[in-house]
DNA sequence: TTGAATGCAAAGCATTTGCATTATC
DNA sequence: GATAATGCAAATGCTTTGCATTCAA
């Protein structure tokens, strides 16, 4: 696990540090995406009290070299996620803030489509999240 | 114009003055979605220097009021347009910032219930927004 | 050892809040 | 004159930057 996660480091040009294994657990361990301040709150848990600098470094160098993924839920703050090989959307309740993915690409086609038909656009990329209330809220 | 201006303000239960008159002039004559610092510097042109607290505290009245509709692309700004009737989605160009509106309505129905049937999400808002190179841009 | 990683302090920017002042109705 | 509108200053929250220090390789 910890030889997984060093070579990921590895992988995307960076050294190995303690610090860096902690923020990718917590992404793991993540059951939605997370901003800079959570993901430096949650690392507390391992004893660890990062230099808010030091998160945000962190998630920009993971976003450059396509470990993580941004979220955007229009609040004015950057979330962050696994790549895992495809973008991802996101519904995301509005009362509990759970957060679910959901697979959409098939109809999104279609969406970009009339989007490049009506604009003459070249679409490079998108911004596409939901937001309402879950089965447990009602 | 000043008096169908005056009236739309009254509409909406605030009184007019010169300074919201300004703010709603510059809204109606913009290309697009403007933030509330933009809106402050183009208001300068009549000669008039609002706080920016006055600026925010229109925009906010007059989203509740559904007279103008807030636009968010994803940049940790808010914009503000016009609400002409429905609910209007955007082609962003990332070079020259010109930004078109699209009207993907039936498209989107489709990857609404799409969301639905996969999360059991009863969607309230979503955030669709489209980023690309315009025509001009290549 | 050496360049990358981290810490620290300060600044930037959009936005919000509390309170005093002013202007509209 | 009562109430809404505005101004002003300060604070908030996320994010970024510059520079000194520490640590992984």
Redesign the pocket.
Known sequence: MKGKM?SCL?SF????????RAFLSVLEAAQGPL???EIQAAVEAARL??????V???L??AVKAGELSVVDFGD???RYEHTHGAHHHHAVCTSCRAVTEVTIEPQLEKVMSEVTRQSGFSIERHLVEFFGRCKACV
């Open positions: 060093a590895q040009g960076t050294r190995s540090t303690k610090t860096k901003s800079a301040p009290h990062p230099n808010k600098t030091t945000y470094r962190f920009d160098a004015g703050v950057k």
